[in-house]
Each structure stands twice: as C-alpha cells, then as structure tokens.
C-alpha cells in the first residue's frame, strides 16, 4: 500500500485533521500522482458538513488536484514519470453504459465513481480526495496539464474551469450571443474568462457593485448590479443564455424574463435547498430552464487544451492546508478573490 498524508473530516462539526491513510497499490493501468496543489471547491465544504446527505467520514475531500506523475503502471501508454498531469471530480466509471461509450462519463448510468467520498471500483474501497499529498488513478480518469498552465492555476480548472466550460459549449457560446455570469465567485470568474474567449458578449449578473471592475478586467462587456430591481424590465428579453453559478437561494422566476425567446438558463450552482420556480415565464417565451454536470474526460482534457491556448487560469490565493478550515469560513462569507488552492507540499 501507499502511504499518504491529508486534511480530513471526521465528523460534520469538527474542523478538518491532519490525517495519515493509505492509498492502493497501483494496477496495471494506473498512474501514481504526487499531488502539488488542490482547490478548495464549495462542494467540498457541502459534503465534509453533511449538507447533501451524510457523509462517509472519514473523507479526505478535494477533486481539483493538479501534480507530477510519480509512477506508472506496467500497461500504462499515456504518461511518464514527470509528467503534469491532473485530476478532476470523479476517478472511473462504468464504461460500459451508453453514456460512457458516448463520452459523457460524468452522467454514467451506473454512476460515476467520484474522486471522494465515494466507493473506488470494487465497491469496497472508500475514494480520497486531493487534500493529500499523493493519489492512484487510472489512466483514463487521468488529465494532461498544458505546460504552460501553472500548476497552482491549473489546479481549479479541473473543476470550475470545467464546470463552466460544458454548459458554455453544449448551448453553444460565442459570436453573436449574449450570455449572462449569473454569480461571479469561483465558479462565475472562469465563466466571464470563458465565454469572453468563446466570442461571446458576457454580462455578469450580480448582487452588489463590489466586482465590477474585476468583472471588466476578465473580460465581460456589461455588469448589472441586481441591488437595483429595475434592471429585470430593463433587461428583459435581452440573454441567448444565462448560467447560473450562484449556490444560494434566489428568486428565479426574475431571472427566466431575462431571456430571449427560446434562450436558456442553465444552473450549475447546488444550493443546499431546493429553489421554487413557476413555469409561467418559461411557458410564454418557450424558455428552458437546464443544469449541466462538470464534463467528461474528453471535453476536460478539451478545456484544459482552450484554457492553455487563450492563456485562461483563475484568480487563486494559495494557502497552505493548515489553514482550510480557516478557508472555509471565507469561502462561506464570499471572502475570496476567487479560488483557494492549498499547496499540498506543505501538508
């Protein structure tokens, strides 16, 4: 086995330990992972408290996960030792459903495995996340980080970056349609970067004035503050697509009326409860209201190669692990600008 050091929770109410575990030992087709950096993710603050079900604790929690390759398996044909490399949200899948043969293993019928707190393929084993300092993947759960992509900044791509990215390409972003940044913290600053760099007209959408200038320097073309309620009339009709990353509970309906007819308002932000929306403004402008899941392997290793080209990385601050727990308390109050990532040489 393969000893590994990490921060993990023990319980919903008690801050992250340092803890001491074992990994597997790698397989024929595996890639052992020295891990360098990883972002701290909402989600991540959402599970270890056991706000979307009750956790398998205990959980080392962490799926953006950016490092050198230490070894490789004996069948391994798509990394070497020194390579940058990444890893995302989930670790495998079932291969064999027809969404994994289409390339859309993040929807996996069977259910992905996700890279924490989750069970690894043998149904047995619990999956540790990156709040560590090592992991064993599977090659084609593996990402390729371009050379010129920062490790530390490379790291939230693997999840925010990807987030964004999936929605902004499947309802099609770019020249020619006006897209909405519905929130602009973690997730919502990748999607101004991205959807500016897809050729879009980008309008980030938010509650107070505080990041207009930042908003600007990333590249959207509007901002509306939402403190003022006139712009909804001002507004309406105006967006081909709006993606909301917000995790809190907000008035939707509001929202939908700042569509186009036919536009869409996709949601990737998970609040803790469910949202109340009324069908009426969908139904008269034939409006859709959606939700996109990460990406699959392809279309993360699809980011990853855009981001490297458009030289697109978040806006991180980077702590050391002994200071998530503190992390996590500004992420809750907003206190970002706009990714924790911990550099895991320090854990």
Known sequence: MIKAKGMAAFNAKEPLKPWSFVRREAKDYDVIIDIKFCGICHSDIHTVRSEWGEANYPVVPGHEIAGVVRAVGPKVTKYEVGDHVGVGCFVDSCRECAHCKADLEQYCDVGMNATYNSMEKDGVTPTQGGYSDVIVVDENYVLRIPKNLPLDKAAPLLCAGITLYSPLNHWNAGPGKKVGILGMG?????????????????????????????????GAHNFISTKNPEVFEQNASKFDLIINTVSAEINMND???????????????????????????LVMKRRSYAGSLIGSIKE??????????????????????????????????????????MDMSKI
């Not at 997730?187 to 004035?209: C, P």
């Open 255 to 281: 929202y939908f009326n700042l569509l186009k007819t036919d536009g869409s308002l996709v949601v990737v932000g998970l609040p803790e409860k469910p949202l109340s929306i009324h069908p009426f403004p």
């Open 186 to 218: 973690g997730l919502g600053h990748m999607g101004v970067k991205i959807a500016a760099a897809l050729g879009a007209e980008v309008t980030v959408i938010s509650h107070s004035d505080k990041k207009r200038e930042d908003a600007m320097k990333f």
């Open 300 to 341: 993360t290793q699809e980011m990853l190669d855009f981001c490297s080209k458009h030289n697109i990385t978040p806006e991180i601050e980077v702590i050391r692990p002994s200071q998530v727990n503190e992390a996590y308390e500004r992420v809750i109050k907003s206190d970002v600008r706009y990714r924790f990532v």
